[in-house]
Every structure is written in C-alpha cells, then in structure tokens.
C-alpha cells in the first residue's frame, strides 16, 4: 500500500507542472504563428500570466440578497436582506492584453475576414452563453476556439493564425461578455470579472487554442 501511495502522491504534486509546461509550450508555438520572437512570446505569455491576478474595477454597485425563511415559519422571523458590494471588473491578462494585442495583429492580418469571423464567433458566443446565477456568464469552453480555427481556415487560407486569435479573443469577447451585461442583476455573483477564469471565460485560453488549431 504504501509503495502505491508515493507514486500517486508524486503525480499529485507534479501534475499541475505538468499542465503548465504543456500549456506553455502551446502558447508559445500560437505566438511563433503569430509572429512572435521566442523571446517575444515568453514576453507576451508572462505578461498575460502575471495580468491574470490582476482584476480591474470598472463598477460598483450594491445588491440586497434575502435571507431565507427557518423551519418555513415566515411569520415568526423577520432577516432584513443582506447588502453586498457586487464589482465588474475586467482581468488585465485574460481581456486586456490579449484585446489590445488582437487589434495589434489586425495590422497584419486580412481586415475582411478578421471582420466576418469575428462577427460570427460573436454571434455564437451570444447564442451559447448561459448565465448562472452566483458564478457568472457560462459557455461550452471547446466551441468558440473550434469556430475561430474552422473559420479562419476557411476565409483567411495562409494567413489563419492571427484571423484565429482575432475571432477567438474578440468574438468570445463580445459575444459572451459584454452582450450578457444586462443579465448581471440576475447572477448575483460579488466579483464579475471580464475575460478571468471561474466566472466569465479565459477569452486568452480561446486565442491561444483557436490559434493553435489552425
């Protein structure tokens, strides 16, 4: 037994390594497509990583949350409803940089179908993405990067990689996001951060992998 444990533990412990490095090694190959410089996209990767535990406020606001009801006697307990502070944000690494990167690469890539892949990733992301009250804006992670890479292929021919980026980061961008800005009310959530993992999507993680794809 416990020649089975140290094993188990070790793959515990250099599992997320090992999530890293490939992930790494992915961006890095996106970026060569890209363009990019080894040095250059070690630069952008690390930039994005750091950025990413970055949230930036853009509005605060105050939610009252109802207490429930005990033992569904409502006559007999009165909670006043809590207020909280409820903060949209935009993530420097997951929105911010790679959006201000995307419209770098529209100096390079063809503007028609940079515009139509985008426009239509958009158009997905808006059909696709769910609000879920307490979390945030969800959507299938593996469709817009799929989308982004098919379309790019299609339309752009050599010149894929930088249309997938754009489509990827924009259409994602747009679509699920900031279209879903009304439903805000509804999730309830404290911290809504644009573009940041676990509440909206990695819009990063769908450049670098629609990228990749072509």
Known sequence: MPGCLIPFLLFIIFFPMMIFIIFFNIATISFAKLGLSPQGAVLLFTSILLGSVVNIPLSRKKIYVEEPYPFSFPFLFYYPPRVREQVIAVNLGGAVIPTLFSLYLFLRAPLLPSIIA??????????????VPGV??????????????????????????????????????????????RYLDQLGAQVLSIGGAGVFDGIFLVGVVATFLT
Do not use: M, Q
């Open 118 to 131: 985008t426009a239509v990733v958009t158009v997905v992301c808006k059909k696709l993405a769910r609000p």
């Open 136 to 181: 945030g804006i969800r959507i299938p992670a593996f469709i817009p990067p799929l989308i982004a890479a098919l379309l790019a292929l299609i339309l752009a021919g050599e010149n894929a990689a930088p249309v997938a980026f754009i489509s990827g980061v924009l259409g994602t961008l747009i679509g699920a996001d900031l279209l879903n800005l």
